[in-house]
């Protein structure tokens, strides 16, 4: 079993549409957690880090349930320029496990 | 700050040739990681380092790879003889500590011929 899991997509959504991305994982002892977005052909870039409480950081909105163990990435008003590749990533101390992705296409 | 460098951003290579791949991490990072990218297994951790001292090299896929770590300010990885099946993107990321995330370089594409 993977340590994170994520569905690859692609999520095609009209500009403007709310879309929300879920990252289940396997570890319960997993102490922190990322999402991280790539765009094509370059290096995956850190988008914001999530938190127990929820947290918000302009149109993107990231959150924790470790009861079941997911992390979920919400994006309101979807702009063209929101394409790429959303990856939630997970620690185990020092060790950061990638979700293989969730590819996003944001159409005119 | 200048974040992670890694060269040569491109390498093309024959089979069986030997590759060396480079990075610096960030200056105060006391955790380096090489990853390798494909579209048919996404991001593999191969190696990761703490404080130079390597912890998991469980990833390495066999001993054509190897990785050093001389110093806190740069990382070889190495594979001796090259494959077709090594053509990927290498990435090396540093982190400061695991509540912080990685920092990663614009990776080496590298392509055996």
């Known amino acids: 079993r993977k340590e994170v899991e994520q569905d690859p997509g692609p999520f095609n959504v009209p500009e403007g549409a709310t879309v929300a991305f879920n990252c289940t994982y396997s570890?319960?002892?997993?102490?922190?957690f990322f999402w991280y977005r790539q765009d094509c052909r370059k290096e995956p870039k850190l988008l914001m880090s999530?938190?127990?409480s929820g947290n918000e950081d302009g149109r993107f909105t990231a959150q924790l349930n470790r009861a079941s163990q997911y992390i979920s990435l919400l994006i309101r008003d979807s702009k063209l320029s929101d394409s790429a590749t959303y990856l939630c990533v997970v620690t185990d101390f020092n060790k950061f496990y990638f979700g293989s992705g969730t590819k996003l296409n944001v159409k005119p | 700050d200048a974040g992670v460098i890694q060269s040569p951003r491109h390498e093309v290579t024959e089979m069986g040739q030997e590759v060396t791949l480079r990075c610096k991490p960030i200056s105060g990072h006391n955790s380096l990681f090489w990853y390798r990218q494909t579209m048919m297994r996404g991001l593999e951790l191969l190696i990761y380092?703490?404080?130079?001292?390597?912890?998991?090299d469980s990833g390495m896929p066999e001993d054509r790879f190897s990785a050093k770590m001389p110093n806190a300010s740069f990382s070889t990885l190495k594979i001796q003889p090259s494959e077709p099946r090594d053509s990927a993107v290498y990435f090396c990321?540093?982190?400061?500590?695991?509540?912080?995330?990685?920092?990663f370089g614009s990776g080496t594409r590298l392509t055996v011929v």
């Open positions: 380092f703490n404080n130079n001292v390597p912890i998991d």
């Open positions: 570890n319960s002892a997993s102490q922190s």
């Open positions: 990321a540093s982190s400061g500590g695991g509540a912080y995330g990685y920092t």
């Open positions: 999530v938190y127990s």
